[in-house]
């Protein structure tokens, strides 16, 4: 399968700027998404962005995509203890029916 | 407004005792089904998807298995469920067009 890879924790303070990164190999992506996963609950998706897009801005949050570095990246402004979760990246690629997964980014809010 | 049911929420199992997940979408028609399996601290492994009725592809071979009796229906079973069946299992639907699928609940499944 796809290799989509994201570091597994990330800590901030309640009102800075968190920012999570993935990584994938296959230069042929589609779209590529962010979801949030609160505790015990299934996965909510919060935005995606078109493989031909740089950047997409919705709210406090922005997603910025390298297509030549193949790196994707999520920024929470102003970050909230509500915003406490685990986040994956995923993409899709032409010719697979499923989207391709990376292992999660745990983000902790400090109060 | 689309939405997608999973029961149980939990379950609690003995090794070699069956297992029958199920999942249902409300408010659309001819979705892809998936079904995935997170186990504790790891990402998401896809197990099957299904593009229709009857129609299933297997993504990890293992002792599991699926079916779609109906449009909106995709259920996930077992015969005898292994100790390392525990997990957390999401179903998830999408439409056409930008494949954005869409999550469960979730059932999390405790094999004993």
């Known amino acids: 399968g796809e290799d989509v890879e994201q570091s597994l924790f990330l800590s901030v303070r309640e009102g800075d700027s968190s920012v999570i990164n993935c990584t994938y190999t296959?230069?042929?992506?589609?779209?590529l998404y962010w979801y949030k996963q609160e505790p015990g609950a299934g996965l909510q998706l919060l935005t995606y962005i078109f493989s031909n897009m740089d950047m997409k801005q919705d709210q406090r949050l922005t997603v910025l995509l390298n297509k030549k570095d193949k790196h994707l990246s999520l920024r929470i402004a102003d970050t909230q203890t509500g915003d406490s979760a685990i986040y994956f990246c995923a993409e899709s690629i032409p010719g697979a029916n499923n989207l391709f997964f990376g292992t999660g980014t745990r983000l902790t809010v400090i109060p | 407004s689309q939405t997608i049911h999973q029961w149980p929420a939990t379950l609690v199992q003995p090794v070699g005792s069956p297992l029958s997940l199920e999942c249902t979408v409300e408010?659309?028609?001819?979705?892809?089904l998936y079904w995935y399996r997170q186990a504790a601290g790891r990402g998401l492994q896809l197990l099957f998807y299904s593009v229709g009725i009857g129609q299933i592809s297997s993504e990890v071979p293992q002792n599991l298995s699926a079916s779609r009796p109906q449009d909106r229906q995709f259920i996930l079973s077992s015969k005898k469920l292994l100790l390392s069946d525990s997990g957390f299992y999401l179903c998830?639907?999408?439409?056409?067009?930008?494949?954005?699928?869409?999550f469960g609940p979730g059932t999390r499944l405790t094999v004993l």
């Open positions: 998830a639907w999408s439409g056409a067009g930008l494949g954005l699928q869409f």
């Open positions: 408010g659309t028609s001819n979705p892809n």
């Open positions: 296959d230069s042929s992506s589609t779209y």
